[in-house]
């Protein structure tokens, strides 16, 4: 590695120089030239309206690319679709040699060839806001209260712009390298995932059988000024959507029709909202709740301590339903979303519908769920489908490797004392999408945030706190040359 430890001191915003870590030898300067440059370019980022649908992505890998020309970084765009596209950078190993390292472009028997690259992907569109609903506007990227706000700011150009940070680092740096680092954007996560299945379809090659992936997906959660934890994305639940029809006889509104469509979807939906499907303890989420137990009160430690004990608990299964920060990693979920019937007040519709987003953990089966709700609704005039043909199996990332290695030391140097915990996160994430292809793929967050900041995503008053856009691209780079630096 051509970038090593120094003294510990003052850093920026309040932050502290990490002793021991990569970034540390960094100069002063240039550590706060870095840390101006995430917060003017995370402004920037913010100001571009990518909201899916209808996406527009191409306006943000033309900011990207900007960037990575200017820098002299090695890129490539790919407009799939007007407007639709995907952006690709790489820094190859050894294209930088410093501090009398051997050239490993060239290597010696001793040196031996470059190791697998790592990929740092991520995506550039965001979902839809209602600007009247913010009080801040969503696409200003305005600095207000020691925060930057906008849609994007926690999901997930944060770390699209920590991961464009650190390809600058590593190019102005000139970090000697002995694995490629490849910078990914892609469209369309939020919707269809198009950007990433297009780019592995037509342009796999470019992956360079990597070896490692940085995803979005982490959560290292703040509380009371203390980082409770940092977990590590390792695995995600998949999406099972399903789509309910309740049919029934039509008719005028001033005559209430006993088994009309929308009255048969209310009696079925009731029922599967009360329905709480069978609790299943995964060896990750028992890893992970062990690994919590000290950091919680006595009676909870005793049962994350044993949690297959006390999921046979009444008390404890009474509190999971109402702990959403604990249901979801125990059971399938099933939230309802969407809803339709008449488009008149004085009509009683043929048909109304429903949708439900289906939640299922790692080595579930979606025929199992769907026949479960059938059974439950028990009506011949209510069909429950899915709304997709094809499921995707949940798949998984061990953590025996470098690249976990290494983000268990950065982060015990920026918060001792702090777990790292491999977790399984509610929402889908393109990991799932890489892991097939033989990458081992990590949801790894850079920045820390409170429950009240996280659950910001995908909702109003996205934002995040000025001091850790400034912190975050450096926590990221000393994971990335540590796995990834000679």
Not at 381 to 410: H, K, M, W
């Amino acid at each position: 590695m051509s970038v090593c430890g120094a003294a510990a001191d003052r850093g920026l915003g309040g932050n502290e120089w990490v002793s021991g870590t990569p970034s540390a030898a960094l100069s002063r300067e240039h550590l706060a030239q870095y840390s101006d440059l995430a917060v003017t370019w995370m402004q920037e980022y913010l100001r571009i309206d990518t909201s899916n649908p209808p996406g527009n992505e191409m306006r943000a890998a033309k900011f990207f690319k900007k960037i990575l020309d200017e820098e002299g970084i090695e890129n490539r765009v790919f407009e799939y679709a007007p407007g639709r596209g995907d952006l690709w950078a790489r820094i190859p190993a050894s294209s930088h040699v410093s501090h009398g390292q051997p050239d490993m472009a060239h290597p010696t028997p001793e040196q031996g060839p470059a190791k697998r690259p790592i990929i740092l992907l991520n995506h550039m569109d965001v979902v839809t806001s209602v600007a009247a609903h913010w009080r801040v506007a969503p696409f200003s990227g305005d600095i207000k209260d020691g925060y930057i706000w906008g849609r994007g700011a926690q999901d997930m150009k944060d770390e699209g712009l920590a991961q464009l940070v650190v390809m600058v680092m590593l190019k102005r740096e000139k970090v000697a390298l002995d694995r490629d680092v490849i910078f990914l954007a892609v469209a369309d996560e939020e919707v269809g995932d198009t950007g990433t299945d297009w780019f592995i379809a037509h342009e796999g090659d470019l992956l360079e059988d990597a070896e490692f992936l940085i995803n979005e997906g982490g959560e290292n959660l703040l509380e009371n000024g203390k980082v409770k934890y940092v977990g590590v994305d390792v695995g995600e639940k998949t999406t099972f959507w399903l789509h309910l029809v309740a049919h029934g006889r039509p008719g005028h509104a001033s005559r209430p029709i006993p088994d009309s469509a929308p009255d048969r979807l209310v009696a079925a939906l009731d029922k599967i909202i009360a329905y709480r499907t069978p609790l299943r303890v995964l060896p990750v989420v028992d890893e992970f709740l062990r690994d919590m137990a000290p950091y919680e009160p006595p009676e909870r430690a005793a049962y994350y301590r044993n949690i297959r004990k006390a999921i046979q608990d009444k008390k404890f299964r009474d509190e999971l339903d109402g702990d959403e920060s604990l249901n979801f990693l125990l059971r399938d979920t099933i939230s309802l979303t969407m809803l339709g019937g008449s488009e008149q007040t004085n009509v009683i519709p043929a048909e109304a519908w429903a949708n439900l987003d289906v939640r299922i953990l790692p080595g579930g089966d979606p025929h199992e769920v769907l026949e479960a709700l059938r059974r439950l609704v028990n009506d011949p005039d209510v069909t429950i489908e899915p709304l997709e043909p094809n499921f995707r199996v949940a798949n998984y990332s061990g953590t025996d490797n470098s690249l976990y290695a290494q983000i268990r030391e950065v982060a015990a140097k920026y918060f001792p004392g702090t777990p790292v915990v491999p977790h399984i996160t509610s929402g889908y994430t393109e990991n799932q999408r890489y892991r097939p292809l033989g990458i081992v793929a990590y949801g790894f967050n850079p920045y820390t945030a409170t429950d009240e900041e996280g659950n910001t995503e995908h909702a109003n008053d996205e934002r995040i706190r000025v001091e850790e856009v400034r912190r975050g691209p450096r926590i990221l780079f000393d994971v990335v040359v540590g796995v990834a630096g000679k």
